[in-house]
């Protein structure tokens, strides 16, 4: 355990890192496909994709929070039918905390990806077709490959994104110690008590230091793919 | 045959077209630059799509507008050197002279690795060659995969002197040792007369 952390401390740190790995993992995929269609593909309404993908960003969170109650709730379009079909609630649980985090971190890690499919060199992959390589070999051995610094930052962008989560969690899954409760929330929280300082110091002192940790573990990562080199010759 | 080529594309208003038939193994493009040398190459490579007209390699038809063949890059069995080389940067040398490596259809790699002189360089990365290293490593990529026929645009552009000699070995080597027809792309005649190829001029379109 980490020192000077108190059991209900640990629980929250752990809740943390649970929602903002679920919401990058989840959402890579996902935003990696988005961003692929956006710097690749032209099709009627691109521009209306890619204004609604970015929406979060500019949102007010708790109107972003609101949305997500409206649709998965428990008498939303999506939130019944998961419980109908299912059996699932999102609401008032950590899933529903990773969904928030997920739907705010999305527009930067489709930036972040889009910005490093566009700048992979297409000749390069001209060049492997050349060679007898298929579109999947050529997407599995050029593309992906040189778009991955790119994917490294953002995941981390997504993650730190997700770690800070605080005004579209609250309003669609509330604050529910143990369960949704993560850093942001808990600060809040502390800072409403009268003796909360000392937490709210103690979690904000966690906060950088995790962000701070993500940063340099993608700086190295990116530094090591680069080290590969990256110049076309 | 080795080539029977003709073809018209029209590129921002531009026409390229390209009339050569011939059993010459070695034919070499000459025109002054911007006139569609290496459009003609990327046609014949599948990278872009003539409006018009055929090419038939080897008797393999690969183009022909009137029966809609157009066969995809990847099955033309094209060894394609690029005026500007597309090594793979995040692969080894050793990794970009495999990628398109048909063992079974290919020139054996160490011989290819000897008469280039490229055997010390398979564990360096592509941006630590020199012109001319990386030019060979892009010969000696394009020989491993085994293709039908070679298209080189400019081979001996942007290498010093001294390496050309060296380039214009390996391409005669490559002529002594493959049968298989070659598209030379150059804007310089003397290295035209030099490889002794059949020499198509190209001039701008009206």
Redesign the interface.
């Known amino acids: 355990m980490i020192v000077g952390l108190s059991p209900e401390e640990w629980i929250v740190l752990t809740l943390s890192l649970k929602v903002s790995l679920v919401a990058v993992t989840v959402s890579l995929p996902i935003c990696f496909c988005i961003a692929w269609m956006l710097a690749r593909w032209h099709f009627p309404g691109k521009l209306l994709v890619d204004a609604l993908v970015h929406l979060p960003l500019v949102l007010p969170p708790v109107v972003t929070g609101w949305l997500l109650l409206l649709l998965f709730g428990m008498n939303g379009l999506i939130g019944r039918w998961l419980s109908d079909v299912f059996g699932v609630t999102l609401l008032f649980r950590w899933t529903g905390a990773a969904l928030a985090a997920a739907i705010m971190a999305v527009p930067l890690m489709v930036r972040a990806i889009r910005l490093s499919i566009e700048a992979i ?1 297409r ?2 992959e ?9 579109r999947l070999r050529i997407f599995l ?2 593309s992906l ?2 778009a991955l610094p790119g994917v490294l930052a953002a995941v981390v962008l997504g993650f730190a994104r997700s770690l800070g989560e605080f005004g579209a969690t609250i309003t669609f899954v509330s604050d529910v110690p143990g369960e949704t409760r993560t850093l942001p929330i808990a600060i809040y929280a502390a800072m409403q008590m009268p003796d909360g300082e000392p937490i709210v110091t103690r979690f904000a002192i966690l906060s950088i230091l995790l962000s701070l940790g993500a940063l340099i573990v993608s700086e190295i990562l990116v530094r090591r ?1 680069a080290r ?6 | 045959m080795s080539f029977d080529i003709d073809v018209k594309q029209t590129r921002s208003g531009r026409p390229i077209t390209l009339f050569c038939r011939t059993d010459s193994p070695l034919v070499a493009l000459v025109g002054p630059s911007g006139v569609g040398k290496t459009s003609i190459l990327n046609m014949v490579a599948g990278i872009t799509s003539p409006d018009q007209g055929h090419i038939i390699v080897a008797g393999q038809t690969l183009f022909d507008s009137d029966t809609g063949i157009d066969l995809k890059t990847a099955r033309r069995q094209v060894g394609y050197v690029f005026q500007d080389r597309r090594l793979f940067p995040h692969l080894r040398v050793r990794a970009n002279l495999a990628y398109g490596r048909r063992a079974a259809m290919s020139m054996d790699m160490d011989d290819v690795l000897a008469f280039l002189g490229i055997g010390h360089l398979l564990d360096r990365w592509p941006h630590s060659l020199s012109g001319g290293e990386a030019q060979r490593v892009a010969i000696g990529r394009a020989l491993l995969s085994g293709p039908r026929f070679l298209l080189l645009d400019e081979p001996l552009s942007s290498i010093d002197r001294d390496r050309k000699a060296g380039i214009l070995d390996a391409i005669d080597q490559i002529r002594r040792r493959s049968p298989i027809p070659i598209l030379y792309v150059t804007h310089d005649v003397a290295e035209a007369e030099r490889l002794s190829a059949l020499i198509v001029t190209m001039h701008e379109e009206d």
């Open positions: 060199d000749r390069l001209s060049a492997a077709a050349t060679l007898g390589a298929s051995t050029i490959p040189l793919i590969g080199g990256r110049h076309v010759i």
